[in-house]
C-alpha cells in the first residue's frame, strides 16, 4: 500500500510563494507518475502538475502560465511543488498522487490578497 504524506501548506500573501512537499512510501514500482492536484471549496478536483518516472518530464495546467515547478528527490522519494507568485485564486487543498490511485490527505494553501 502506497502512503503520501504531504507537508508545506499554509497562508500566504499574494505575490508571495511556498513548497509544498509528498513523501511516498510502500512502494516497489520502477515508473510511475506522481501528481499534484488541488481542490478550492465548492469546486472539483483539478490537475496541477505531473511528474513522471523514469525521466523526470513534466506536464503543468495551463492555467499555471509558468508559475509553478514539480520536482523530485529520488533519494528521498519525494516529490515537491515549487509555487511562486501566487494569487488568491490559488487558494485551495492541494492533494498529491501517485500513479493516478492513491492519494495523499491534502494540505491546504491559503493565498491572502
Known amino acids: 500500500q502506497v502512503q503520501l504524506v504531504e507537508s508545506g501548506g499554509g497562508l500566504v500573501q499574494s505575490g508571495g510563494s511556498l513548497r509544498l512537499s509528498c513523501a511516498a512510501s510502500?512502494?516497489?514500482?520502477?515508473?510511475?507518475?506522481m501528481s499534484w492536484y488541488r481542490q478550492a471549496p465548492g469546486k472539483e478536483r483539478d490537475l496541477v502538475a505531473t511528474?513522471?518516472?523514469?525521466?523526470?518530464?513534466?506536464r503543468y495546467a495551463d492555467f499555471l502560465k509558468g508559475r509553478f515547478t514539480i520536482s523530485r528527490d529520488n533519494a528521498k522519494n519525494t516529490v515537491y511543488l515549487q509555487m511562486n507568485n501566487l494569487k488568491p485564486e490559488d487558494t485551495a487543498v492541494y492533494y498529491c498522487?501517485?500513479?493516478?490511485?492513491?492519494w495523499g490527505q491534502g494540505t491546504q494553501v491559503t493565498v491572502s490578497s
Open positions: 511528474i513522471i518516472t523514469p525521466g523526470d518530464s513534466t
Open positions: 498522487n501517485f500513479g493516478g490511485r492513491f
Open positions: 510502500g512502494f516497489t514500482y520502477n515508473a510511475y507518475t
